[in-house]
């Protein structure tokens, strides 16, 4: 007999008002508005309710954040919390500043030279993106530090005239001791007033030249793009009665708009972090502590894993194929979204995205002027979606049709499934991790029609889908607490570094190694090294040396709390159509869905 699924899909009651929650611990208006790539979204707390909408994403961002907001009738709120993609289109797109790049003498090149790494190891004719900085506005400014001291003096006067909306400095062990870089960075800062000048040690203080070489451009790259946006954002906000936001982080927190304008780059994947913070919290309200979070919108798909109630976090992460050394949630990404595009390479096989078709024309069956197939196009012709979509669009079934001509919807999603399926295994399997043991936490406005699938390939037991997953980053937003990360770099040998704080993250590493692990600081912080690196690589040098990279801390305000309520009891049996808020969940042959709270719980008996 075939294995039977059942799916616990956990939602709100949906009151005469038209509030489609209740949520208690609130005393204050809280907003939270994610753009995304198709929809923004917007969750808004008052008196114990939560409203919410989804609007399309306008090419102006600033006017998709306001119209949201009026949609959800916000005005004076107690706070604000907003996700962007700003920051990460203008890198992906290329459309950041002219940015200039300035280097201790002789290591003009570092941004091209790299690491002298392949693009990828197996194919010889993969290349690596174009340095955002050519080399004719790459300068050296003479003076030397080494780890131990000045080798040299700095010489201001060897700094050359720059032309540039940007300047990015990377000077040799600034980590160590920031003072020829922080004179170097003035000096520019008095030449031209009104350029967005970076020091790397003020946003990656550590060591590795080009990492930091690296974040410290792309931070000077989008300062001009993502503070014009701010500026236009405060300024649509102030119109509408609304205050300025606080700009979530790559780590999981937000912060103050004016820091998210200093330093852009904190907020590079602000959206879908937002996104792993209101997995977390669906998947503790289910009392599943391990989970892997799975968002599917409409350009792309993020996964992250969730370990004892935590989002994973990493140091370090490539954007656009360059490393930024900066604390992020630890993600993977992959184009594929209910706006991606299906289609055939040259040699006849089908492929989707990462090209999307975002909210103009969005796709065909969207009925305003698109014609390429997409994923969404698909599951509309397969009956896995209703006439209406959250937001007032009606779809075309036709225009669907017209756009497939030639394709069959299932192989379009097999396709699909195949892709974000990859992305799920790097994040478990790829890391030592049984995905058997973790529930999925699937949300966007795409992703519960494809959770059963992708869970049955992966063998997990338990599904979890909120009746919010259409917005559920707008909800991570609000559940966000204000964070601020800090690192300091050590390089010594953990016996020599002294004390240490009582919470935080160390980066220790075996004296002679070339990279390191993380572990949380505590008072065995040796012992749980070894261990660490005993799973990690299958063995422990107990005997041997410890050395202390850095130091990463956090201070944290946390945000109000929030209690999800009971919902209304519904059950469902595939193959079927569960019309959540904001999203739609499909049940396939063999699965059972029963709505009993605020989460939906898949699970397979």
């Not at 009925?367 to 007032?392: I, K, Q, S, Y």
Request: proline share 7%; hydrophobic share 45%; net charge negative.
């Amino acid at each position: 007999m075939e294995p039977v699924a059942r799916i616990v899909v956990k939602g709100y009651p949906r009151p005469r008002s038209g509030v489609n929650a209740v949520l208690k611990s609130v005393s204050v208006d809280v907003l939270g508005i994610d753009v995304g790539g198709t929809f923004t979204d917007a969750v808004l707390l008052r008196d114990g309710g939560l409203v919410t909408a989804k609007v399309p994403t306008s090419a102006r961002q600033e006017d998709s954040v306001v119209t949201a907001a009026r949609e959800v009738g916000a005005a004076d709120v107690g706070r604000f919390t907003h996700g962007t993609t700003v920051a990460t289109n203008a890198l992906l797109e290329r459309k950041g500043a002219r940015t200039a790049f300035v280097a201790t003498s002789g290591f003009e090149h570092l941004l091209h030279l790299r690491r002298q790494a392949r693009a990828s190891l197996y194919r010889l004719c993969a290349v690596h993106p174009e340095p955002l900085v050519p080399l004719e506005r790459c300068f050296g400014v003479r003076g030397r530090l080494s780890p131990e001291g000045e080798l040299a003096p700095l010489e201001l006067d060897s700094l050359p005239e720059l032309d540039a909306e940007a300047v990015a400095v990377c000077l040799l062990h600034s980590y160590r001791d920031p003072a020829h870089e922080a004179a170097v960075a003035e000096e520019l800062r008095r030449r031209l007033p009104h350029a967005h000048v970076v020091a790397s040690h003020e946003i990656a203080p550590e060591f590795r030249e080009y990492e930091r070489a690296s974040t410290a451009t792309i931070d000077a790259y989008l300062g001009p793009v993502v503070s014009r946006y701010l500026r236009a954002l405060a300024e649509r906000c102030a119109e509408a009665g609304l205050a300025a936001p606080l700009v979530m982080r790559s780590s999981g927190g937000v912060a103050e708009l004016e820091d998210a304008a200093a330093h852009p780059a904190v907020a590079l994947v602000s959206g879908p972090a937002a996104g792993a913070v209101g997995a977390v919290l669906v998947a503790h309200r289910a009392g599943c502590e391990n989970a892997i979070s799975f968002d599917m919108g409409g350009t792309s798909t993020d996964v992250c894993l969730i370990v004892g109630g935590r989002a994973e976090r990493t140091s370090e992460r490539e954007v656009g194929g360059f490393p930024v050394r900066l604390p992020s949630v630890d993600l993977h990404t992959v184009g594929a979204g209910g706006g991606s595009i299906v289609w055939r390479d040259t040699g006849g096989a089908l492929r989707v995205g990462p090209e999307s078709a975002g909210a103009e024309p969005g796709p065909a069956c969207y009925g305003r002027g698109g014609t390429r197939p997409t994923v969404t196009d698909a599951n509309l012709l397969l009956g896995r979606l209703p006439a209406r979509l959250a937001g007032g669009i009606e779809l075309d079934a036709g225009a669907a049709e017209r756009a497939f001509a030639g394709i069959d919807p299932a192989d379009a999603i097999d396709v699909v499934n195949a892709e974000m399926l990859h992305a799920l295994r790097v994040v478990s399997v790829e890391r030592g991790h049984d995905p058997r043991d973790f529930a999925l936490v699937a949300f966007g406005g795409a992703g519960p029609l494809h959770a059963c699938a992708l869970a049955e390939e992966l063998e997990i037991g338990t599904v979890l889908v909120p009746d919010a997953a259409g917005v559920l980053s707008a909800l991570g937003l609000v559940a966000s607490d204000e964070r601020r990360d800090r690192v300091r770099s050590y390089l010594v040998p953990l016996a020599e570094a002294g004390e240490l704080p009582d919470e935080g993250e160390a980066d220790l590493r075996y004296a002679g190694q070339s990279f390191e692990l993380t572990v949380p600081l505590q008072p065995e912080l040796a012992e749980a090294f070894h261990r660490a690196h005993e799973e990690r690589y299958g063995y422990a040098d107990r005997a041997r040396e410890l050395e202390l990279v850095a130091v990463r801390t956090a201070d944290v305000r946390r945000a109000p709390p929030l209690e999800l309520p009971e919902g209304e009891p519904l059950e469902a049996a595939g193959p079927a159509v569960v019309e959540l808020s904001g999203a739609t969940c499909w049940l396939p042959p063999g699965w059972v869905g029963v709505r009993d709270g605020p989460t939906v719980i898949v699970t397979r008996s």
